[in-house]
């Protein structure tokens, strides 16, 4: 076996080239993009069905990991920026009891990753991986988990998680479609749904269809005073977490960035200086995209398919419970206030993009809310509750639900 190391600029430019092929053959094939697979997860999982060719006739290829360090780092960033939590409070109960349901659900996972990890004979750390971090988190969030101590001892965490996350993107789209729908014949069909598209807007989506909102952001100096923003940011986050470690309490360094913007961006909420965050989505948009590439560009296929019945176990079990944390919780949730059929349809389109980015990601339920509201009708409650609180609260509820699992399953 012959091995060959790609250093930093070259896996740069393999991740750029592995997006590249990832958009190309969504454009190809309509399917991929009808359940909001990102161009970066297809043209990874196809790079590393090449690799795994070449490494069958004697060539082993590994990628450079600094450069996909830093931008995991600059990616939680961004999602802490966003987490403006005075927009939780203007919510009202709604969307207080829909981010009472993430909570849920988010342990609720881990409790049915656990008992499949046990059930084959996997270690307990592997709970997460066929739980929340892969199914609420996704592919960014697995990959973050994976390489952390406590993970070590499942040693197929990363490939497991990867897959899990994959296939959830699927059984969201499908399965948050198929549920509304049913709920929903109860409430009559109704008009176009145009009446939702203002509220789309409320949430940034990573889609490559929204790129182009971006244009005049590179037009001016915005992306200077971002990017020094980022920088404090992390450097602060890794400065409190690095003082940790050495008195013996250990934090994820993206984990410690998440944290470190969040108290960031409220606080310059609270000074009437809030942060820019179109310039801040844009530049977690890259750093996502080239982090899914780099990291699935390394994906074990061969490990995959040993753990075929764990991961489709998994699937299974999370469906049912994400499932049924949407149409009791969710769907009341979204209703409170609302009489007569728009009730049923606020609920019934609520319940669906909940288990869209519930299984898969946001961009995955409001695709899902976005086609049942065509074909039964506006329902702009739904969309404003299940979008601000997954983009409100969604990442930091995980984040602590996963740290805590992984800390109990530790030897």
């Known amino acids: 076996m012959q091995d060959i190391a790609i250093n930093e600029l070259w896996t740069l430019v393999a991740a750029l080239l592995t997006i590249l092929l990832g958009t190309v053959v969504l454009a190809r094939v309509p399917l991929l993009a009808r359940y909001s697979i990102p161009p970066a997860v297809v043209g990874g999982f196809l790079v590393a069905v090449l690799l795994l060719v070449l490494q069958q006739v004697g060539w082993r290829l590994s990628f450079g990991t600094q450069t996909r360090s830093a931008l995991l780092l600059v990616f939680f960033t961004t999602l802490g920026l966003s987490a403006r939590l005075g927009a939780l409070r203007g919510g009202g109960a709604a969307v207080a009891l829909v981010a009472l349901a993430i909570a849920l659900l988010a342990v609720a996972q881990n409790a049915v990753g656990a008992g499949v990890a046990w059930a084959f004979g996997e270690p307990a750390s592997l709970a997460v991986f066929l739980g929340s971090a892969a199914f609420l988190g996704g592919h960014g969030t697995t990959a973050a988990w994976a390489g ?83 920088s404090l940011t992390i450097g602060i986050a890794l400065a409190w977490q690095a003082w940790l470690a050495g008195r ?18 409220n606080t310059a909420d609270l000074l009437k200086r809030g942060v820019d965050l179109e310039t801040s989505d844009l530049v977690g948009t890259v750093a996502l995209r080239l982090f899914l590439a780099m990291s699935l560009m390394s994906l074990d296929l061969m490990a995959v398919a040993k753990a075929a019945g ?72 739904a969309f404003l509750v299940v979008t601000l609180a997954a983009s409100l609260v969604q990442d930091l509820i995980n984040a602590g639900v996963v740290q805590a699992a992984l800390s109990w399953a530790a030897p």
Do not use: Y
């Open 148 to 230: 952390q101590a406590l993970a070590a001892s499942a040693k197929n965490a990363f490939d497991v998680g990867m897959a899990c996350a994959t296939l959830g993107l699927v059984a969201g789209g499908v399965l948050g479609s198929v549920v509304a729908t049913q709920l929903l014949q109860r409430a009559p069909r109704g008009g176009s749904g145009a009446a939702d598209a203002p509220l789309h807007g409320e949430v940034t989506l990573h889609t490559a269809a929204d790129d182009a909102r971006f244009g005049p952001w590179t037009l001016s100096d915005r992306w200077l005073r971002q990017l020094l923003l980022l």
């Open 248 to 265: 013996g309490v250990n934090i994820p360094a993206f984990l410690a960035c998440l944290l470190t913007a969040v108290v960031v961006t």
């Open 310 to 381: 764990l991961i489709l176990s998994a699937v299974v079990l999370q469906c049912v419970v994400t499932t049924l944390i949407a149409v009791t919780l969710v769907r009341k949730a979204a209703s409170l206030g609302v009489q007569g059929p728009q009730a049923v349809r606020e609920g019934a389109v609520a319940a669906g993009g909940f288990m869209g980015f519930g299984l898969g990601a946001m961009p995955v339920g409001l695709s899902v809310m976005q086609r049942i509201t065509l074909q039964h009708g506006a329902a702009p409650r």
